[in-house]
């Protein structure tokens, strides 16, 4: 079955530390996301990419960082630079931009502690 | 400015009864609008989307919502709901043709919470 697979589920970082979430998709999409989401809020974008070798930043991309080599895969670094890392972060792919109406298919999460 | 507004941040419902959870947007542009469901620890699933074909849009699990215009309004419904139904609820809008390519824009989500 084609979906968005995201790990680790559960990832603890240290002070100083930098911490890469992984997420993969098979479903032949263009475009990808990621988002953070915190309790009792809705998910704010952190940075999309629309194609290959390119991205761009969301709306809280401080202390974040992105690549897109390849099609399937847009891994996002949490840098040292993020002071409140704790969060679920999530992973989504669709067909094409957004503007073309297509729906964001989400993998299941990474859950980012502090230790 | 481009939002949307969930009106309740927590529905609670006898299993059987009807759901109702409310959605307002406001948009300059023709928006799309989507509800997804989210299950605890889990990524968000589509229920359904609204893209301008039809006012009334059925979705899976037994759900359905109604564009408003005149209202700016997407409120989602259910006829009986069903234990499994107990989740988080967000509302989300696209706006086409608006400077924000590539970018959606959530509510808060409404906990839905089925009581036997």
């Known amino acids: 079955d084609g979906g968005i697979t995201q790990s680790p589920k559960y990832l603890f970082r240290k002070e100083g530390q930098n911490v890469t979430l992984s997420c993969e998709q098979n479903l032949n999409h263009d475009a990808m996301y990621w988002y953070r989401q915190d309790p009792g809020q809705g998910l704010r974008l952190i940075y999309y990419s629309q194609i290959v070798n390119d991205f761009q930043k969301g709306d809280i991309a401080e202390g974040y960082s992105v690549s897109r080599e390849k099609k399937e895969s847009f891994p996002l670094t949490v840098t040292s630079a993020q002071k409140n890392p704790t969060a679920f972060y999530l992973c989504?792919?669709?067909?094409?931009?957004?503007?073309?109406?297509?729906?964001?298919?989400f993998g299941d999460g990474t859950r980012l502690s502090i230790l | 400015a481009q939002s949307v507004t969930q009106l309740d941040s927590h529905v609670s419902v006898s299993e059987g009864t009807p759901v109702l959870l409310r959605c307002n947007y406001s948009s300059s542009y023709s928006p799309s609008l989507f509800w997804y469901v989210q299950h605890p620890n889990k990524g968000l699933q589509l229920l359904l989307k609204y893209t301008s074909a039809a006012t009334l849009v059925k979705g899976i699990n037994g759900f359905e919502a109604e564009f408003k215009k005149s209202e700016t309004s997407f409120h989602l419904t259910k006829p009986s709901a069903h234990m499994s139904d107990a989740a988080e609820y967000f509302c989300?809008?696209?706006?086409?043709?608006?400077?924000?390519?590539?970018?959606?824009?959530f509510g808060q989500g409404t906990t839905l919470q089925v009581k036997p």
């Open positions: 989504a792919s669709s067909s094409r931009q957004v503007i073309d109406n297509q729906p964001q298919h």
């Open positions: 989300v809008v696209s706006f086409f043709g608006s400077s924000n390519t590539g970018k959606l824009i």
